[in-house]
């Protein structure tokens, strides 16, 4: 009997299903295995553990654990994270109080804590989890638990990363989403080691340990030192139209390409949130996804705001400050299926995409940024674009991407995708489950003496004149686009601001 299917793990499945019914409170330690909070809500779980504690404590009355209970019985009215703190502190000053009963409450209020993000709450919960991992590990040769106190460290590490500048918030479905993700990769990482070349013929050891508890084996395209090889072989290369593809792609067939190398974070923040002062918390949460990665790889993100709020600029200026290759695709009028590619046999036959930007840039993760994602057609005449988005957004069906031009499979599994979009409503669910949505704010009048600057230079540089040129703002120009640009649309703000040059150049003609 495999460890997938031993008894316990029938009973977790049986608790895990009942937690998820609201009928089961979770246990610290369940809480730690992965189970889901009671209702799948962090505020019925805290609620109903507080309202436990606070009924237990209550029997036994004592002056010593009274602002313990006072703070119980305030998050069971209220359960925001401020009142999960105070419950946290009051139990680190209580006395009196059983050691254990009093080790399990702190641990599952830290628990709740890095659910919201706190990175120190985080990284004591990835000590607890390793704690378990190992047991488990020693008494039961079970590894499961080592992806996952993996997954919690990483999250501890993001998330102090982030609040480097001040403290940061994420929606506890979105931490658990985070921890999720994490853990997903490092299986895989575990699961499929890079045999030496001694053994390439034999599974690996540890290889065997995960196999025996998880689905199916995924085989994924060997990385060798940053470089990824992308089309192996062309398929029927014995045809005149084969062999024109071969030549086509010569010098990327069988060829290891490059992946793009993550590079010093720090900086390229400062400079995005210098130029996007309104769009800090989107620049964080983009580039959060990197913090520990060789390789810059993000998962497919929809950027959501009004227009011109500066969203397609942002993406953008994101890649080139990675100095990553990146493809700006406008969805307006597209509808069929070509974004995955044409069969070599018509006129119009070309690879997909995602090919193509691999191709053109010789770079084996490219950046695709889709602008205005929601203009694209739904019509299913000559295929539907949404459909070959989400066989591409897809882990497993990336990397062996059967591309109709190539023939063959290709590995796109390290292509990026940001995307952008006035509103989800026209998006299809099923895209938009395989993506993040992260909201786009507008900028206000506050942020004004930031951007009319940055606006002012762009404006002269775009006219051909020299940056030079760009005089300051005056008093009384910067009152006059106060008065008209109360914040919103950046396109407003450039309108404006060309008058102002023009103005400039009506009164003061350069000679």
């Known amino acids: 009997m495999t460890a997938k299917d031993s008894p316990h793990d029938r009973h977790f499945v049986r608790r895990r299903k009942a937690a998820q019914a609201g009928l089961h409170l979770p246990t610290e330690m369940e809480l730690l295995r992965g189970m889901p909070f009671l209702s799948e809500d962090i505020r019925s779980d805290i609620r109903e553990f507080a309202e436990r504690l606070s009924r237990r404590l209550k029997r036994n009355p004592r002056f010593e654990i009274a602002p313990l209970v006072a703070a119980l019985d305030d998050l069971a009215i209220g359960q925001d994270e401020e009142a999960v703190q105070r419950v946290e502190t009051a139990l680190g000053e209580a006395?009196?109080?059983?050691?254990?009963?009093?080790?399990?409450?702190?641990?599952?209020?830290?628990?709740?804590?890095?659910?919201?993000?706190?990175?120190?709450?985080?990284?004591?919960?990835?000590?607890e989890t390793a704690s378990m991992a190992l047991r488990d590990v020693r008494d039961h040769g079970d590894f499961r638990l080592v992806s996952r106190a993996l997954a919690w460290?990483?999250?501890?590490?993001?998330?102090?990363?982030?609040?480097?500048?001040?403290?940061?918030?994420?929606?506890?479905?979105?931490?658990?989403?985070?921890?999720?993700?994490?853990?997903?990769?490092?299986?895989?990482?575990?699961?499929?080691?890079?045999?030496?070349?001694?053994?390439?013929?034999?599974?690996?050891?540890?290889?065997?340990?995960?196999?025996?508890?998880?689905?199916?084996?995924?085989?994924?395209?060997r990385e060798a030192d940053g470089a990824l090889v992308v089309v192996r072989s062309i398929g029927n290369d014995t045809t005149s139209e084969?062999?024109?593809?071969?030549?086509?792609?010569?010098?990327?067939?069988?060829?290891?390409?490059?992946?793009?190398?993550?590079?010093?974070?720090?900086?390229?923040?400062?400079?995005?949130?210098?130029?996007?002062?309104?769009?800090?918390?989107?620049?964080?949460?983009?580039?959060?996804?990197?913090?520990g990665r060789k390789h810059v790889h993000l998962r497919p993100t929809i950027l959501v705001g009004t227009p011109g709020c500066g969203k397609t600029r942002l993406a953008r200026r994101f890649y080139e400050e990675l100095a990553i290759p990146y493809e700006l695709v406008p969805c307006g009028g597209l509808?069929?299926?070509?974004?995955?590619?044409?069969?070599?046999?018509?006129?119009?036959?070309?690879?997909?995409?995602?090919?193509?930007?691999?191709?053109?840039?010789?770079?084996?993760?490219?950046?695709?940024?889709?602008?205005?994602?929601?203009?694209?057609?739904?019509?299913?005449?000559?295929?539907?674009?949404?459909?070959?988005?989400?066989?591409?957004?897809?882990?497993?069906?990336?990397?062996?991407?059967?591309?109709?031009?190539?023939?063959?499979?290709?590995?796109?599994?390290?292509?990026?995708?940001?995307?952008?979009?006035?509103t989800v409503t026209t998006i299809p669910p099923v895209l938009r489950d395989r993506c993040r949505i992260l909201a786009f704010p507008?900028?206000?009048?506050?942020?004004?003496?930031?951007l009319a600057p940055r606006i002012l230079e762009r404006v002269y540089a775009d006219s051909g004149h020299d940056s030079r040129w760009a005089t300051s703002l005056d008093a009384s120009e910067l009152a006059a686009l106060s008065a008209n640009w109360q914040g919103g649309s950046i396109r407003q703000l450039e309108r404006l601001i060309e008058a102002i040059v023009e103005a400039r150049e009506r009164h003061h003609p350069r000679q």
């Open 95 to 127: 006395t009196s109080f059983d050691d254990m009963s009093a080790h399990t409450a702190r641990l599952r209020f830290r628990f709740y804590l890095a659910s919201y993000g706190y990175p120190d709450a985080a990284a004591k919960i990835a000590g």
């Open 153 to 221: 460290a990483m999250a501890a590490n993001t998330y102090a990363f982030m609040h480097r500048d001040g403290p940061v918030r994420w929606p506890p479905s979105k931490v658990v989403r985070d921890v999720c993700a994490y853990a997903a990769e490092f299986e895989t990482a575990i699961r499929q080691p890079e045999p030496d070349e001694e053994s390439k013929d034999k599974n690996p050891p540890a290889a065997e340990k995960w196999d025996d508890f998880l689905d199916e084996p995924v085989e994924r395209a």
């Open 242 to 291: 084969g062999k024109r593809v071969v030549k086509e792609f010569d010098g990327l067939l069988n060829v290891a390409l490059p992946l793009p190398v993550t590079p010093e974070l720090a900086p390229v923040r400062a400079k995005l949130a210098a130029e996007f002062p309104y769009a800090t918390a989107v620049i964080d949460d983009i580039l959060r996804q990197l913090v």
């Open 335 to 422: 509808s069929d299926s070509a974004l995955g590619g044409t069969a070599r046999r018509w006129s119009s036959g070309e690879p997909s995409l995602a090919v193509m930007a691999i191709r053109r840039h010789r770079n084996a993760g490219p950046i695709i940024v889709l602008d205005e994602i929601e203009k694209i057609g739904t019509s299913r005449h000559n295929g539907n674009f949404h459909d070959v988005l989400i066989g591409q957004f897809e882990k497993e069906t990336s990397s062996r991407w059967f591309d109709p031009y190539v023939e063959s499979a290709c590995d796109l599994s390290h292509v990026s995708w940001l995307m952008t979009a006035n």
């Open 442 to 450: 507008e900028p206000g009048p506050e942020h004004l003496a930031v």
